[in-house]
């Protein structure tokens, strides 16, 4: 497993070399499933198995089973072994034969369990292959996304993950009414682990608030299955205005997004994903309200009794809003109107924000 040893299943290698496509194929498989087995029998060892049993691959491959016997795979951290070949592994990914896609997926999810292999990863920036993978072939999903969950605890790889446009990929699993349950709430556990990382979990927020509704976002934090049952639903409330039509402007926008994005790394690996200038996923139904700290105006003072989700926070944006209008000149009379309706439903509805506005001293400004 160290470039100055012999691979554990040199005779599959040396048939390879005759030329023979089929033979160079069963080779690589080989070569990843010795590395698999491997790391699987060292973690069985240590009492942690985290992958079920190996698929089977196109062609038999018995030098993999044979290096399960071997001292190596008592050995601990051989994990570790991989350090210097993920450039070489996650290019793999790019095959077109599954067997040689699906084995270099698990063994690099192994890999991942191992810190070390992750802090490398990192440095490496390898992510390129794996999300031109995702827009080749659903047929990897669930081993991307578990890939892709054990490998965002690191701000680095989420930084990069970022820039080639992961975010965007994670939306259109979860947004689908057309993937499974399972998949969804992996794909939105993965955002959850990102969004929640200290570092740069701020700025892959701000990518997706640019799509879809903040509110979202906390609710996947809270509990997954709840976000997808609020987002395949229909609703008009303070907080959320969402139906069909909007779900569909969402996946039509993101896959848009994701074929461009598509199309500049395959050209160019190091290419940095961001929003044309300009974009705004522009929702029909919305145009005119007026929204203020994750709250539509006219239907609070329509429901004052709505429970909000953060009055605090409302209360201290909204009493911003209402200052900032009313220093505005000449007053527009509308919004002004509108927001002291909804500072004296607040005040009434509740009785501990008139705390926040006194912490605030928006007493002495007014």
Not at 91 to 105: A, E, I, M, N
Request: hydrophobic content about 45%; aromatic content about 6%; charged content about 20%.
């Amino acid at each position: 497993l160290r470039p100055s040893e012999e691979p554990p299943c040199g005779d599959a290698m040396e048939k390879s070399a005759a030329g023979d496509p089929r033979l160079n194929l069963a080779a690589v498989v080989s070569v990843l499933q010795c590395i698999r087995h491997a790391i699987e029998a060292n973690a069985a060892h240590r009492g942690s198995l985290p992958l079920p049993p190996p698929t089977t691959t196109a062609e038999p491959v018995s030098p993999a089973v044979v290096v399960t016997k071997s001292p190596i795979s008592s050995a601990p951290a051989i994990e570790t072994a991989c350090q210097g070949f993920f450039p070489m592994l996650f290019g793999l990914l790019l095959s077109l034969h599954d067997d040689v896609v699906h084995s270099t997926l698990h063994v690099l999810l192994l890999a991942s369990s191992n810190e070390d292999c992750v802090a490398q990863i990192a440095e490496d920036r390898v992510l390129t292959p794996l999300l031109l993978l995702t827009h080749r072939s659903s047929r990897f999903d669930d081993p991307v996304l578990r890939l892709l969950q054990a490998l965002v605890g690191n701000a680095k790889i989420i930084a990069e993950a970022l820039d080639k446009g992961c975010v965007l990929y994670l939306l259109q699993l979860f947004a689908s009414e057309a993937q499974e349950l399972a998949r969804r709430e992996l794909a939105a556990s993965v955002y959850a682990k990102m969004v929640g990382n200290k570092a740069v979990g701020p700025k892959v927020a701000i990518r997706m608030h640019r799509m879809i509704p903040s509110i979202f976002t906390d609710a996947i934090r809270e509990r997954p299955q709840g976000a997808i049952s609020m987002f395949d639903s229909t609703t008009e409330n303070p907080e959320l205005v969402w139906n069909e039509k909007m779900r569909k402007k969402v996946l039509t926008t993101v896959q848009s997004l994701r074929d461009d994005v598509n199309t500049n790394l395959s050209r160019d690996g190091e290419y940095v994903w961001d929003f044309p200038v300009g974009f705004g996923v522009l929702y029909g139904e919305l145009q005119g309200e007026l929204s203020v700290g994750g709250v539509y105006l006219r239907l609070y003072v329509k429901q004052p009794g709505w429970a909000l989700r953060n009055y605090r926070e409302f209360c201290v944006e909204l009493m911003r809003f209402w200052l900032a209008e009313a220093r505005t000149f000449p007053v527009d009379k509308e919004r002004f109107g509108l927001a002291t309706d909804c500072a004296v439903a607040l005040l009434q509805c509740q009785p501990a924000s008139v705390d926040e506005v006194a912490k605030q001293g928006d007493v002495t400004k007014l």
